[in-house]
């Protein structure tokens, strides 16, 4: 058993009761069609579960965001993103949030099969919903980050599919945003390298997995442009960093934001725009994602 496990239990288990005090704090927007714990493999795990949202009324085709939420790979499900999912449903978006198998019980290559399995199943089922199957977005926070990174290079590339025993979804992402994200848990980081043994197992060095923990050797010139989002108080922020200069190094598209502005006299925190969409600058930072993948439908 790896010896820090049940700490990082423990930090996520209080990350769980803060989730659960912010989300009974904040009250739900209204407006939205919500059809909630669909299953994408009809296994009877939550894991296995995703929400849909969109605007009441909505009569044409919408563009599509597909949420995959954070939580150090170890911890979340799909419920803590609501708000933040919700609210980019009113901007004008179908907005898919999925949940997957979590580290500690399950290993990375397994999560990015759940993920590829959620999109499967959107690719094939959003025809029953307003959905423009011609312009689908991507977003994720933290290690939801690293998973949309992960999970575009993958897509991209056959080998990669070979690698994790998935197919091709059968479309690509018009954009992706990358929210306070996790990019390099191989630097010599204790905060980031702490994670390897939950995610590839007691033999990590050997995993084939290891090389899709570091983005820079995984990313190609064919990602789809990213907006990259930070905050002076995202304890990520130099991750986010890294991977804008990834992106300047092989040449992808990428706008970057780094929001340094303070609330209530403290710097933005982590993932701010997602634990209180409802805040002026968490509203100013998904409205800046809204538009740059607005700003690339077809």
Same mark, same amino acid.
């Given at each position: %058993?790896?010896?820090?496990?049940?700490?990082?239990?423990?930090?996520?288990?209080? /990350?769980?009761? %803060?989730?659960? =005090?912010?989300?009974? @704090?904040?009250?739900?927007?209204?407006? !939205?069609?919500?059809? !909630?714990?669909?299953?994408?493999?009809?296994?009877?795990?939550?894991?296995?579960?995703?929400?849909?949202?969109?605007?009441?009324?909505?009569?044409?085709?919408?563009?599509?965001?597909?949420?995959?939420?954070?939580?150090?790979?170890?911890?979340?499900?799909?419920?803590?993103?609501?708000?933040?999912?919700?609210?980019?449903?009113?901007?004008?978006? =179908?907005?898919?949030?999925?949940?997957?198998?979590?580290?500690?019980?399950?290993?990375?290559?397994?999560?990015?099969?759940?993920? #590829?399995?959620?999109?499967?199943?959107?690719?094939?089922?959003?025809?029953?919903?307003?959905?423009?199957?011609?312009?689908?977005?991507?977003?994720?926070?933290?290690?939801?980050?690293?998973?949309?990174?992960?999970?575009?290079?993958?897509?991209?590339?056959?080998? %990669?599919?070979?690698?994790?025993?998935?197919?091709?979804?059968?479309?690509? #992402?018009?954009?992706?945003?990358?929210?306070?994200?996790?990019?390099? !848990?191989?630097?010599?980081?204790?905060?980031?390298?702490?994670?390897?043994?939950?995610?590839?197992? @007691?033999? @990590?060095?050997?995993?084939?997995?290891?090389?899709? !923990?570091?983005?820079?050797?995984?990313? @190609?010139?064919?990602?789809?442009?990213?907006?990259?989002? /930070?905050?002076?108080?995202? #304890?990520?922020?130099?991750?986010?960093?890294?991977?804008?200069?990834?992106?300047?190094?092989?040449?992808?598209?990428?706008?970057?934001?780094?929001?340094?502005? +303070?609330?209530?006299? +403290?710097?933005?925190?982590?993932?701010?725009?997602?634990?209180?969409?409802?805040?002026?600058?968490?509203?100013?930072?998904?409205?800046?994602?809204?538009?740059?993948?607005?700003?690339?439908?077809?």
């Amino acid at each position: %058993m790896y010896i820090l496990k049940p700490i990082l239990e423990a930090n996520w288990k209080n /990350t769980e009761k %803060m989730d659960a =005090l912010r989300i009974a @704090s904040q009250t739900e927007p209204e407006g !939205l069609e919500q059809f !909630l714990d669909i299953p994408y493999i009809n296994d009877g795990q939550k894991a296995h579960l995703l929400d849909i949202y969109y605007p009441q009324g909505t009569q044409e085709k919408l563009p599509v965001i597909i949420d995959i939420h954070g939580g150090g790979w170890m911890y979340g499900y799909k419920e803590i993103n609501k708000y933040f999912c919700l609210k980019l449903a009113q901007k004008g978006f =179908l907005v898919a949030s999925i949940n997957y198998r979590l580290a500690g019980d399950f290993l990375f290559d397994d999560q990015i099969r759940d993920i #590829f399995a959620a999109l499967k199943w959107l690719g094939e089922n959003l025809k029953d919903y307003p959905a423009d199957m011609n312009n689908i977005f991507l977003a994720g926070d933290s290690a939801g980050g690293h998973f949309s990174c992960v999970t575009t290079a993958v897509n991209l590339n056959k080998d %990669m599919q070979k690698d994790f025993q998935v197919d091709y979804i059968g479309y690509d #992402f018009k954009a992706v945003a990358a929210i306070c994200p996790a990019v390099d !848990l191989l630097s010599p980081n204790f905060l980031m390298n702490v994670n390897i043994p939950i995610l590839l197992g @007691s033999k @990590s060095r050997k995993s084939p997995y290891r090389k899709y !923990l570091d983005v820079k050797q995984i990313a @190609s010139k064919n990602f789809p442009p990213f907006y990259i989002l /930070t905050a002076s108080g995202d #304890f990520l922020r130099a991750q986010a960093y890294k991977l804008k200069e990834i992106f300047e190094n092989i040449g992808v598209e990428y706008a970057f934001s780094d929001f340094t502005e +303070k609330l209530n006299g +403290k710097s933005l925190a982590h993932v701010f725009n997602v634990v209180d969409p409802f805040s002026v600058y968490g509203d100013k930072a998904n409205e800046e994602i809204a538009k740059f993948f607005k700003g690339r439908v077809q």
